[in-house]
């Protein structure tokens, strides 16, 4: 009897073990699928224009990710104006979600800061696929620190700055843009735009553009060159180049090529407005006919620079998982699926097949009016590019041409670098607000800058960029000697 009560009870110990394993079991399922097993619903946050239609088409996105990963998606967009600031007011409180749309130096001060996850164990196990199909220099650019905080969107991972024309004024006039290679060589046009075409702006309102590797963004002073001296961070404004550039700009200004409000403008010169006859902005393979779609008239461009890979063009479109996600495998789930599953991709992008958008006989696609006037998103915020359709009048070898373009460009002296401010933070809040006072104005060519140029750098000097430079290269150095 004595050992029949033993027997009984390890037994009634073994099955309770089982059920508690069993139940934990459950638990760590439930919590990973949601309550009860249900799909769990990420939270996904994204800049745009809210559409009309996105309940319609997350409906069939969601129907699509029950049966692939059980789960479901809330998308919400942020329109592009208040992007900035709820954005980060969201991460400022902790407010729970799973996945956002980052970018630049949010993506790099939000990851220092402790607001997204380092996912490289996700993208080694969850995200797997995801990592096989992203162009290395995506994922080697955004490190922070050795890690990864986001999924880059596979794109063009290289920059390059255009001149871009008005092609009936260019052949109107029978311009030979291709000898177009600095700012001084588009006078001659613009002069006769001012001449003959009284309702064009011979320049849409651009800054004039610095051809550096820039540690923040074209409007602080602290910069590596491209070519020459790589090794060493200079205040690029007491460059030679930015003398003889503001000169340039200055007399274009003067003679009436841009609008006398230029350094103050809010407009953002929209391409779909032909009131302009040249600006200047980053490119990529057939842009130009991405961009005459959008205008409906007719654009080209000619390069200002060679592709070069940046920090800034790897890290332009991010999904970042929130430190605050219940769950990140599941948001890791998605993102991977979104990168690697054409028809999700797809469908995120376009919309619904009939609805949004007609399918051709060849594969390619065509718009319908319900995806420009309720279902237009920023492609390039979504995710990979390469497993998109192409539009039936886009060229067949364009992501082949894109991945040619990638692997053409020479990496920046910065890529993959990161600085890290709080040394020096004050003084970069001092500097912020001096070039906010002289750069607009300098890079529109509104003053001179022999003698606004001295100026904005004797305050520059007060204001301690010394002691910038000197944190920025022992940071560089530091990173440099890692890198070997």
Same mark, same amino acid.
């Not at 849409?204 to 409007?219: G, H, I, Q, R, S």
């Not at 007399?251 to 809010?266: F, H, I, P, Q, R």
């Not at 009048?393 to 373009?405: G, I, S």
């Given at each position: ?33 949601? +309550?009860?097993?249900? %799909? ?41 104006? !208040? ?14 979600? !799973? ?71 260019? !052949? ?23 001449? &003959?075409? %009284? ?15 820039? #540690? ?14 790589? *090794? ?18 200055? =007399? ?22 032909? &009131? ?8 990529? /393979? ?9 205008? +409906?008239?007719?654009? #080209?461009?000619? $390069? ?14 991010? @999904? ?7 769950? /990140? ?12 599953? $054409?028809?999700?991709? &797809? ?28 279902? =237009? ?22 992501? *082949? +041409? ?10 920046? $002296? ?9 040394? #020096? ?23 001179? %800058?022999?003698?606004?140029?001295? +100026?904005?750098? *004797? ?13 920025? @290269?022992?940071?560089? !150095? ?7």
């Amino acid at each position: 009897m004595k050992k029949r009560l033993i027997l009984l009870l390890a037994l009634v110990l073994t099955i309770g073990t089982i059920l508690s394993a069993c139940s934990g079991k459950d638990s760590a399922t439930s919590n990973k699928e949601g +309550k009860d097993g249900q %799909p769990y619903e990420i939270k996904w946050y994204t800049i745009g224009t809210p559409q009309k239609d996105t309940d319609k088409v997350f409906k069939e996105v969601n129907k699509y990710l029950e049966e692939k990963i059980n789960a479901t998606v809330k998308m919400t967009q942020i329109d592009w104006g !208040d992007w900035a600031q709820k954005s980060q007011v969201m991460i400022n409180s902790g407010e729970p979600f !799973d996945i956002i749309f980052t970018n630049g130096t949010e993506y790099v001060q939000n990851s220092q800061k402790g607001a997204f996850l380092a996912i490289d164990d996700l993208l080694n196990k969850e995200g797997k696929d995801l990592k096989e199909a992203l162009d290395p220099a995506l994922l080697e650019g955004i490190k922070i620190d050795g890690k990864i905080y986001g999924v880059p969107t596979n794109k063009e991972a290289a920059r390059q700055t255009v001149y871009t024309f008005n092609k009936r004024l260019v !052949d109107k006039y029978n311009f030979d843009i291709s000898k177009v290679q600095r700012l001084e060589d588009l006078e001659p046009m613009l002069k006769v735009i001012k001449e &003959n075409e %009284p309702s064009i702006t011979p320049m849409a309102t651009f800054k004039a553009y610095l051809p550096f590797d820039y #540690v923040f963004n074209n409007e602080m002073p602290f910069a590596f060159a491209i070519d020459g001296d790589r *090794e060493h961070v200079i205040n690029q404004f007491e460059s030679d180049l930015a003398m003889e550039t503001y000169k340039t700009m200055h =007399n274009y200004y003067k003679a009436g090529y841009l609008k006398e409000d230029a350094a103050t403008s809010k407009d953002s010169w929209p391409m779909d407005v032909e &009131n302009w006859f040249v600006r200047m902005g980053d490119s990529q /393979p057939y842009a130009d006919s991405l961009w005459t779609r959008a205008a +409906k008239y007719d654009l #080209v461009s000619v $390069p200002a620079e060679e592709p070069t890979t940046f920090n800034d063009s790897v890290s332009g479109s991010i @999904q970042a998982i929130s430190a605050t996600s219940k769950n /990140p495998e599941k948001a890791m789930e998605f993102l991977n699926l979104l990168n690697t599953d $054409p028809y999700l991709r &797809n469908l995120v992008d376009k919309g619904i097949e009939g609805v949004h958008y007609e399918k051709n006989e060849d594969g390619s696609i065509k718009d319908l009016p319900a995806r420009i006037d309720r279902y =237009n998103l920023p492609t390039y915020s979504l995710g990979n590019h390469f497993i998109l359709n192409l539009y039936e009048n886009d060229p067949k070898d364009k992501w *082949e +041409k894109f991945k040619e373009f990638n692997e053409s460009a020479k990496p920046a $002296p910065t890529l993959g670098f990161h600085f890290n401010s709080d040394p #020096v933070r004050s003084e970069l809040a001092s500097i912020t607000n001096i070039s906010k006072e002289f750069y607009p104005a300098l890079a529109t060519g509104s003053v001179d %800058p022999e003698e606004y140029l001295p +100026k904005y750098n *004797e305050k520059l000097k007060e204001a301690g960029i010394d002691k910038v430079l000197k944190e920025i @290269q022992k940071q560089f !150095d530091e990173w440099k000697s890692e890198q070997k």
